[in-house]
């Protein structure tokens, strides 16, 4: 399996030697901040029920998590946009190397970003993915479970200065952080693993792996727990 975390840290590279010193260094100092601070507080746990929701999806029809989870659990992939390489790489490895084991586990694959329908298509035409890509306006759902974050003032004027405009790619400066949750049919999250450096995102064989335990498709009864241990 190819390893996102190895082809992150060339993208890292390439970007911090393509770009001016003042602005890789703003970016990199907001990296590690999130590294050192760490995860949030209040982001939605294993073992947690969540409610309903319905979002757009890519050609703008409505899509309700109880459609999504009818035939069994879904990995929810939250990215912050098709203008991320970082989102572009995890969506690209997901699609070849974590679609094609799906089906043994009666499961499906699920894309949630801040961007809006139309650019939504455009993000999932241009990966050519084969799963369903939905929107997330104001990042809303994002921020009920806990990863929705807006950049640092520095940050935005960094991107700003490199000509990404949030407010035009994503209609809203509002992101997720990119997060993997696998929810059962339920509703029930059963693993959940936000990444609060952008640069870093979920391994194919860590999604694989927590599937696995879970035991096969269909719904997974919920365990009687309280501190969201699995």
Not at 91 to 115: C, N
Not at 126 to 153: E, H, N, W
Not at 165 to 191: E, H, Q, Y
Request: aromatic share 6%.
């Amino acid at each position: 399996m190819t390893s996102i975390a190895g082809r992150a840290a060339e993208i890292s590279a390439a970007t911090a030697s393509q770009i001016p010193s003042v602005l890789a260094r703003a970016l990199a100092e907001d990296q590690r901040g999130w590294r050192e601070r760490g995860e949030p507080d209040g982001i939605v746990g294993r073992g947690e029920r969540i409610d309903d929701f319905t979002l757009p999806d890519a050609p703008g029809s409505p899509v309700t998590l109880e459609e999504i989870v009818a035939d069994g659990p879904a990995v929810v992939v939250f990215y912050r946009g098709g203008w991320c390489p970082y989102c572009n790489l995890a969506l690209r490895t997901y699609q070849a190397e974590l679609l094609p084991e799906l089906a043994r586990y009666g499961a499906r694959l699920v894309a949630i970003s801040p961007q809006n329908p139309d650019q939504s298509l455009s993000t999932s035409e241009k990966a050519g993915l084969s799963f369903t890509v939905l929107s997330d306006p104001g990042a809303a759902l994002a921020y009920r479970l806990g990863i929705g974050f807006i950049s640092a003032p520095e940050v935005l004027r960094a991107q700003s200065a490199l000509g990404l405009d949030l407010t035009k790619v994503n209609a809203t400066v509002d992101l997720p952080l990119p997060t993997v949750l696998i929810i059962d049919s339920d509703r029930t999250v059963r693993f959940v693993d936000p990444c609060a450096d952008y640069t870093t995102r979920t391994e194919v064989h860590a999604i694989l792996g927590a599937l696995e335990r879970l035991g096969g498709a269909g719904h997974i009864p919920a365990p009687a727990i309280s501190d969201g241990a699995p």
